[in-house]
Structure formats: structure tokens, C-alpha cells
């Protein structure tokens, strides 16, 4: 079976450095918002290009944190691609404000920079920039639209570790982003975890202290926050992993480069090439396919595992029944037809040869 993505290759690549990191934070005896978060703080946002990176505890915590700490809430709107994660929208609606939302491009998958400026209000605070499946929005477009309008840009980074646009990378584009380390992401911990860049001191003490029960110091609470820490046995794996992050993103761009060149089922529609090829680091490979059940089946018995991201968008889930009735065309075909190929940095050569050759054969 090829696997959609062997976690296990994929971390037996650093296990020995993973092993000594984690003894290191064994041996030190401190576990929470130690020296080895801090110290992997300091390296991500070098590696992003911001001044500043606070650990948290997952991706979705770091966009509700952001929030948060912008002050936005009730009577509040935020503008977001209705193709995303749910968690994308829960952290708009867990701090009270509404998501506003807007169609992506179906050829890109993001969210359509052209169509946002008629949902601005009065109430409009923000838009969430979703760089889906490690492809960056349209960047420029998008600053110059927030900066015009007053609004924030907020990155939901979740899925573009190391992606560039213009020569900054995806956590230096807005003015805050979120990121997840959830194990299958590019940069992945062996657990949950998360991160917030932003180049705004007043906004990172905010959220570092929001996200430490709103304490700035030990019984010290300035805001009522919650409990949503990096610790350092995640942030020791992530260590050693941010230096060969580049190179195995571009694994996956060589691997996104033969399917694009070589797939050519009259049946599955390719993403769109972007013109810069650093700015999309291939978290997920997607096609899209009117049969698609159909060719999951035929590809799971050709031992071929896929995935689908995602069946049911967020406006169509039960927990937003307040959503069901609202029509995004563009969005309901791409989660009927999307399917998504195996691709990481361990996927091999013979591997990809025989998934294409199945794709094409059916």
C-alpha cells in the first residue's frame, strides 16, 4: 500500500536527533515555556522573517488567539474563504464575531482576492488569508485591499510552512498568522502545537500572555485567558526539523512537478501552476475529479491510499446549521470533486511512476 503519508519514513528521517533532543528536555527538567520553546521561538521567526513568534497550543488556538487579542468580538465580521478547515471558522465564531464568507478560485483553490471588496461593512474587521493546501493567497493583492480599508490581514498558515510569495515568506505577509504543527503538517511536532508571528510587540505580549491563563506573570492576570502553551519536548522535535524544511518542501514541489506533467486523465482536473514556484509548498496535492469516488475506490484497489479535503465545507456542517442555506458554487464543486494524491518528502520516484500510470490507465 503507499500510504497518502508515512509519518513514520517521514520522522525516521531526524529519529536520532529527535531521540537526543528529547532526552536534552528529559534531562533539563523543564517542560513548559522552557528554554527549548524559547529557543525555537527565536529560530521561527528568523526563519520567517518576523520579530516575533509565540508558541501555543495548537493551530487553531493561534488564530482564536489573534483575535482575541485584536479585541474583535460581538457585532464583529471577518472575512474568510468559505473553502477551508472548520477550524478556520471556529475561531471566528468562538470569540463572537461572524465569518463573512467569500468564494475561492476554483483553479487555485484560494480564496478570490476580486471578490471580497463587496462583503466589506462597517463591521468588518479582518480578513483571514487561508494559504490552502501550502499555497500562498494572492499576497500583494491582499495588503494592498486590508491597507485601503483599514482592515487586518491575518494568515491562516496552518498548511504553507516555508512557503514564499515576492521573497517573504507565509507568517510575514499580514499582520498576524497562525500556524499548526499538527504531526502531518510540513513542519510537524510528534503532537499537537502551534504557533502566532507578527511583527507587533504590543500584539505578541498580548497573546503570549492570553494563551498563559492572561498572565504576564506567575499569579499575575492582566486578561482572562486560557491555557494554550507550546512545551518543550514539541518544541525540541521542531528544532531539529526547521533546518530541513526547505529541502523537503522542495521534495514536494519535485513530486507536485511529475504529477503536473505527467497526468493526463481527459477525468481529473490539475491545480493551477503559480508563477512563483516558492509559494506553494505542496502540503496537499489536489485534483479534482467529477468522478471521484469512483477513483478513490479504483486507486485504494490498486493499493493507492488518497485522501479527501475536505467532503463537507464548513457552512454545510451540522455545528453552523445557521450557515446550511447559503450557496457557494464554486465552493460545494470543489468538495464534491476534490481528491487528494499521496505526497511528502519520502515519496518515491517508483511510487509516483505507479500512481500516475493507474490514474491514467483508469
Known sequence: MIKFLDLKSVNNLHCEEIKAA???VLNEGSYIRGRFVEAFEKKFAAYCGT???VGVGNGLDALKLIIKA???GTGDEIIVPAN??????LSITENGCAPVFVEPKINTFCIDVDEIEEKITSRTKAVIAVHLYGRISEAEKLRQL???YGLKLIEDSAQAH???SNGIRAGNIGDAAAFSFYPGKNLGALGDGGCVTTNDK???EKIKALGNYGSDYKYHHIYKGINSRLDDLQAAVLSVKLPYLDEENERRRDAADYYLSHIISDKVKLPELTEERSANVWHIFPVLC???????????NKGIETLIHYPTPPYRQLAYSEFNNMKYPITDEIHKTELSLPISPVISHDELEFIVSAINEW
Open 22 to 24: 528529547m532526552e536534552q
Open 51 to 53: 520579530k516575533y513568534c
Open 70 to 72: 485584536y479585541g474583535f
Open 84 to 89: 477551508t478547515f472548520i477550524a478556520t471558522i
Open 146 to 148: 486590508c491597507s485601503h
Open 162 to 164: 516555508g512557503a514564499v
Open 202 to 204: 504590543d500584539l505578541y
Open 290 to 300: 467529477e468522478e471521484r469516488n469512483a477513483l478513490q475506490i479504483y486507486l485504494k
